[in-house]
């Protein structure tokens, strides 16, 4: 059995690209990436308004449902994109150790 971490995102955007392609009416996941980045982006929207409605109006059970929702979907956009994950990681990364507030000043307009 796999530890519960973080490497499930890996396992997960894994598991969306092997949808690429796919047939749209046997899988939610096709369905999205066929809509492509628009789609895909509409899509996450959506997510980001149900997970902050959970954080303030339910439990932590169903804001914990929520940001799963949330974060597939971004998984879906990336893959949409062309987006891995690792582009994010090193962007992370890139950030560790820094205040918010100087990495904030740091970013381009």
Not at 18 to 29: A, H, L, M, Q, V
Not at 54 to 70: K, V
Not at 73 to 94: K, S
Request: hydrophobic letters at 45%; glycine letters at 6%.
């Amino acid at each position: 059995m796999n530890e519960i971490d973080a490497t499930i995102l890996d396992r997960l955007f894994a598991v969306i690209e092997s949808r690429k392609g796919t047939d749209p009416s046997e899988s939610w996941t096709a369905k999205l990436l066929a809509g492509g980045p628009d789609k895909a982006a509409k899509k996450l929207g959506e997510e980001a308004t149900e997970t902050i409605i959970a954080a303030l109006t339910q439990d932590n059970a169903a804001l914990a449902a929520e940001s799963a929702d949330l974060l597939y979907h971004l998984l879906v956009l990336w893959a949409a994109r062309g987006l891995a994950p690792e582009d994010v990681w090193r962007a992370l990364r890139a950030r560790e150790g820094k205040s918010g507030v100087a990495e904030k000043a740091s970013r381009k307009n």
